[in-house]
């Protein structure tokens, strides 16, 4: 994989689109992002869909349609309700549209954007011969933990994505049950501090990459790398330590702008 990968929704100066968004996906094509990368949740009724927070509250409207609901936890919905909510208009009011036809990198109107579920997500990603990164997510004991690591692999197989998928979490228990449902499905492992010993971690949980946090000195991923172990770090917004890790060999990089870091590697023909 070449060393652009990502998530482009969070809030703020350069992001193009909400994230966990179909829109989000074809903003991240347009750009020229090697793949995409999304995160897992479950609803009420045991559908797979893409939110990174288990609160409604930050990316929906969900206050206003369902004023009674609180505390707004996505898990106490269901689909057909989740379908009722504008998860865009939130990326509006911090991005305010400047839509050009012409600009791969304008920011458009998302009002109304809907949540997709996890099927939409790997049947756009098919449908575009292109590549992500699925994470799942802890869900903090929710009903939908039980099953959303065998209905993710299993969509994955059904769809015939198995070579285009890099499926992460913070979760040994997680990525040890994909591993069982699938041999040949490729594991990362995400950590929010540098491991002591990553490749004795990686190979433990027979995963073949590790994604550590953008704190991680460039000198250690270049060491890893020498050692033959595929590197991630996530999530890297800033140029110069985008330009530290390329040096370094990082495998990849996880970054929110992907407009920014592709400008960079072009500082860096071949990589």
Request: glycine share 6%; proline share 8%; aromatic share 6%.
């Amino acid at each position: 994989m070449d060393p652009v990968a990502l998530n482009i929704g969070h809030r703020g100066a350069s992001r193009l689109a909400p994230e966990n968004t179909l829109a989000g996906a074809r903003k991240a094509l347009q750009v020229g992002a090697d793949m995409w990368e999304l995160d897992l949740a479950v609803t009420a009724d045991g559908v797979v869909v893409l939110a990174h927070d288990d609160s409604l509250l930050r990316t929906s409207n969900v206050r206003e349609v369902f004023p009674g609901r609180d505390p707004w936890l996505l898990k106490d919905f269901t689909l057909a309700e989740l379908r009722r909510l504008d998860f865009g208009s939130w990326f509006n009011a911090a991005a305010p549209a400047s839509p050009d036809p012409d600009d791969p990198e304008a920011i458009e109107d998302y009002s109304a954007e809907p949540i997709p579920t996890l099927r939409e997500a790997l049947a756009f990603t098919r449908d575009h011969g292109w590549r992500v990164d699925v994470e799942v997510k802890d869900l903090k004991g929710a009903p939908g933990e039980a099953h959303v690591v065998e209905d993710a692999v299993a969509l994955i197989q059904e769809l015939d994505l198995t070579e285009r998928v890099l499926l992460t979490s913070f979760r040994p228990d997680f990525l040890q049950r994909a591993r069982r449902l699938d041999p040949d499905l490729a594991l990362g492992v995400l950590v929010f501090a540098p491991d002591a010993d990553p490749p004795a971690l990686v190979h433990r949980l027979k995963a073949q990459a590790y994604l550590p946090p953008a704190a991680t000195p460039p000198g250690e991923v270049a060491e890893l790398r020498a050692d033959g172990l595929a590197v991630y770090p996530w999530t890297v917004n800033d140029e110069g330590l985008m330009r530290d890790y390329i040096r370094a060999g990082a495998s990849g990089i996880l970054t929110d702008v992907p407009q920014v870091l592709k400008a960079v590697l072009s500082e860096y023909p071949g990589r």
